[in-house]
């Protein structure tokens, strides 16, 4: 059974920064693209960043790019999303999936569940 276990959110200052991680089991993530995703107050869960599991290869929505790094780990099974310059519209919680290929903003997770997400709050 997939497991997905995100970490590292928190209260920050508009221009300030996290590191946020997904711990993954239970699944061959080699075949897939995994991604970062966010659901802000009130709006639908997107997609923010994603990264080819075998090649490293990332993708980032316009809004993010230049601000977020995404990276993973193979060895620990794990992917992180380096956020600088952050925004009050930054604003959400924050979860990972698996995304299917080929990636774009649409894209939806692949495992069927979700982790619980971790909260990230960007004051003004």
């Known amino acids: 059974q997939v497991q997905l276990v995100e970490s590292g959110g928190g209260l920050v200052q508009a221009g300030g920064s996290l590191r946020l991680s997904c711990a993954c089991s239970?699944?061959?993530?080699?075949?897939?693209?995994m991604g970062w995703f966010r659901r802000a107050p009130g709006k639908e869960r997107d997609l923010v960043a994603a990264?080819?599991?075998?090649?490293?290869?990332?993708y980032y929505v316009d809004s993010v790019k230049g601000r977020f790094t995404i990276s993973r780990d193979t060895d620990k099974s794990t992917v992180y999303l380096q956020m600088n310059s952050l925004r009050p519209e930054d604003t959400a919680v924050y979860y990972c999936?698996?995304?299917?290929?080929?990636?774009?903003?649409?894209?939806?997770?692949?495992?069927?569940?979700w982790g619980q997400g971790t909260q990230v709050t960007v004051s003004t």
């Open positions: 999936n698996a995304v299917l290929g080929p990636v774009s903003a649409t894209s939806t997770g692949a495992c069927g569940s």
């Open positions: 990264i080819t599991w075998i090649d490293g290869k990332p």
């Open positions: 239970g699944g061959t993530f080699s075949v897939y693209h």
